[in-house]
C-alpha cells in the first residue's frame, strides 16, 4: 500500500541535508575516509583517499550474479525484504529520493548519492553532518563500529507539545565506486545498537544503481515505485513550509510516505 505524504520538516533530516548539500554544486568534491591516524585526524589529512574495500556490501548492481533476487526494486536502490518489514518511499517535489524500511519500533532510512570515481566523501560527510549539529546545540559521537564509521547523535528536535527535546539517531554511510550510500537508523535501533544488527545487514545487503548518466558530485540518485505498486492518497500530514538544498525537502524517517507493507 501506498501513501503519498507531503513534504514536513524533521530537525534531524534538515540538519543532514543541509550538511551534505554545503557544497552541492561543487565542480570537484573532496574526498575523505579515515586513514590509519584515526578519529583525531586533522580534516585536511583525511583528503582524496579512495572508497574503503566493501567485502560484506553494500554493493553495486555490477558486483552480484542476481541483484533483484530477494530484494525490493526501486530503481535507483534494491533493498533486501525482511519479515514483517514496512517500506516507505520519500518524496521531494516528483521525484522519489530516499526508502525507509521500519521494523517494529525501529527504522533505516537510505539515500544513495552520485559521488566521485576515484575519492570517497563519507568523512567529509561525517564532518559536516556533525558540524552542523554541534551548532544547533545538539551533541555528537563518532564511533567505530560495525558498519565502520559512524556518527552517534542527540539532536536537538521541537516536540508535539512545544517543548524541546532530543532525539537520538545514528548516522551510517559507505563509499561506493561512484555512488555514496547513507543510513539513518532511529527508533529503539539507536537507543540500544544492541537491537540494530538486522537494520544494520539491510544496509549491508542493499544495492546501489547508479546508471551510467552523468551526474554531479551529491546528486541525489532518483528512485521509482515498483510496476505494482498502488497509490493511496494520505491526509495524516499535513504540508509545512520549508525549504532544503537538497531537493527541497526534510525527510523524517517516522514521517508515514508511501508505503510497501512486506510480509515475508
Known amino acids: 500500500m501506498f501513501r503519498r505524504r507531503h513534504k514536513s520538516e524533521d530537525a534531524v533530516e534538515q540538519l543532514a541535508e543541509d550538511a551534505f548539500g554545503a557544497d552541492e554544486y561543487a565542480d570537484d568534491v573532496e574526498g575523505a575516509a579515515y586513514a590509519e591516524t584515526g578519529s583525531d585526524a586533522d580534516p585536511a589529512e583525511r583528503v582524496g583517499l579512495p572508497p574503503a574495500p566493501r567485502p560484506d556490501g553494500p554493493w553495486d548492481v555490477s558486483e552480484l550474479e542476481s541483484p533483484e533476487e530477494g530484494r525490493v526494486d526501486l530503481g535507483g ?80 528536535v521541537q516536540l508535539p507539545d512545544g517543548t524541546q527535546g532530543v532525539q537520538l539517531v545514528r548516522f551510517v554511510g559507505c563509499d561506493g565506486p561512484r555512488w555514496f550510500l547513507r543510513g539513518v537508523i532511529s527508533g529503539q535501533a539507536a537507543v540500544q545498537p544492541e537491537t540494530a544488527g538486522v537494520l544494520e545487514q539491510v544496509f549491508r ?19 521509482k515505485l515498483p510496476e505494482d505498486a498502488q497509490m493511496v492518497a494520505d491526509t495524516g500530514a499535513a504540508p509545512v513550509e520549508g525549504d532544503s538544498r537538497f531537493a527541497g525537502s526534510h525527510l523524517n524517517p517516522f514521517d508515514r510516505g508511501p508505503e510497501i507493507t512486506e510480509v515475508r
Open 77 to 156: 536502490l534494491l533493498i533486501p525484504g525482511v519479515e514483517g518489514m514496512e517500506l516507505r518511499v520519500e518524496v521531494a517535489g516528483d521525484s522519489i529520493v530516499a526508502a525507509t524500511l521500519v521494523l517494529g519500533s525501529s527504522a533505516i532510512q537510505l539515500q544513495a548519492f552520485a559521488a566521485p570515481k576515484s575519492e570517497g566523501i563519507w568523512g567529509e560527510v561525517r564532518d559536516e553532518i556533525a558540524g552542523g549539529i554541534t551548532q544547533q546545540g545538539g551533541i555528537v559521537d563518532e564511533e567505530e563500529g560495525p558498519l565502520g564509521w559512524h556518527l552517534r547523535a542527540q539532536v536537538p
Open 205 to 223: 545487503e542493499t544495492v546501489v544503481v547508479r546508471g551510467e548518466s552523468p551526474m554531479a558530485p551529491r546528486d541525489p540518485i532518483v528512485l
